[in-house]
C-alpha cells in the first residue's frame, strides 16, 4: 500500500486566494483526520470523519475552513479566504476498525500564505 | 473530553544515556496509550503504544510504562543515539469519539554526540 498520500506537498499563495488540500486514505481505512501543525499550538486536530460523515468538526477555526469527503478514497480541505495566519502544516491520516486505534500520517501540505 | 499533558517540553541528553517523557491524562476510561515519533520535516509515526490491559511494553530500545491509577504513562528511550533527535508525541483517545486521539504538545529530544 502506498500509505496515505496527500497533495500538493508544498503551496505557496496570496492572501485572500482560496486553497485546496487533497487526501487520499489508506484503502479499507474507515476514518479520516485533518490535523493542522504550528509551531505555536502544535497538533491540532481540525476535523474527523468516519464512514465519510463528519464526526467532529470542533477544531475547524472558523467559516473560512471547509472539509468534504465525498467518497471512501479522498478527502478535501479548503480554505477561503486564506490569511498569512493559516500557513502550517496540514496533514492527513488515516486508521481502521477491529480496535486498532493507530493513525497512519501521510507526508503533509506546507501552507504558506503570503 | 480528554486532557493530554506532556512533559518536559524539551529535553537534551548525552549519547547513551537515557530519555524519559511523562504524560498524563483526564478520562480514566481511556485504554489506548501510543507514542509518535516525528523527525524533522518528517511526518509523526507510531513507535510503540499500550493498552490498558498491561502496565509496561518494551521494543528493543524503547519502552512504556502505565499507571492507570495516577493516570499517567511514561516514554522511555535507553542507550539514546542520535537518530533518536525528535519530536516525541503522547496520545490518548477521547471515548466520546472512539478512533479521535488526543495528543500532547510534544517533547523535542535532542541527542548530543
Known amino acids: 500500500d502506498a500509505g496515505v498520500i496527500q497533495s500538493p506537498r508544498h503551496e505557496v499563495t496570496e492572501m485572500g486566494q482560496e486553497v485546496t488540500l487533497r487526501c487520499k486514505p489508506i484503502?479499507?481505512?474507515?476514518?479520516l483526520f485533518w490535523y493542522r501543525q504550528t509551531m505555536m499550538r502544535g497538533l491540532e486536530l481540525l476535523i474527523y470523519?468516519?464512514?465519510?460523515?463528519?464526526?467532529?468538526d470542533s477544531g475547524m477555526p472558523e467559516d473560512r475552513f471547509s472539509a468534504k469527503m465525498p467518497n471512501a478514497s479522498f478527502s478535501t480541505l479548503k480554505i477561503q479566504p486564506s490569511e498569512p495566519r493559516d500557513s502550517a502544516v496540514y496533514f492527513c491520516?488515516?486508521?481502521?476498525?477491529?480496535?486498532?486505534?493507530?493513525?497512519?500520517f501521510g507526508p503533509g501540505t506546507r501552507l504558506t500564505v503570503l | 473530553g480528554e486532557n493530554v499533558e506532556q512533559h518536559p517540553s524539551t529535553l537534551s541528553v548525552q549519547e547513551g544515556d537515557s530519555a524519559v517523557i511523562k504524560c498524563t491524562y483526564s478520562?480514566?476510561?481511556?485504554?489506548?496509550f501510543p507514542w509518535y515519533k516525528q523527525e524533522l520535516g518528517k511526518r509523526p509515526q507510531l513507535i510503540i503504544d499500550?493498552?490498558?490491559?498491561?502496565g509496561e511494553k518494551k521494543d528493543q530500545r524503547i519502552a512504556v510504562t502505565l499507571n492507570k491509577t495516577a493516570k499517567h504513562f511514561s516514554l522511555h528511550i535507553t542507550e539514546t543515539q542520535p537518530e533518536d533527535s525528535a519530536v516525541y508525541f503522547c496520545?490518548?483517545?477521547?471515548?466520546?469519539?472512539?478512533?479521535?486521539?488526543?495528543f500532547g504538545a510534544g517533547t523535542i529530544l535532542r541527542v548530543k554526540s
Open positions: 499500550i493498552r490498558s490491559n498491561v
Open positions: 478520562d480514566s476510561a481511556s485504554n489506548y
Open positions: 491520516a488515516s486508521n481502521g476498525v477491529s480496535g486498532d486505534n493507530e493513525q497512519f
Open positions: 484503502s479499507g481505512h474507515n476514518s
Open positions: 470523519f468516519n464512514n465519510n460523515v463528519p464526526i467532529d
Open positions: 496520545a490518548a483517545p477521547d471515548m466520546e469519539y472512539g478512533n479521535k486521539l488526543v
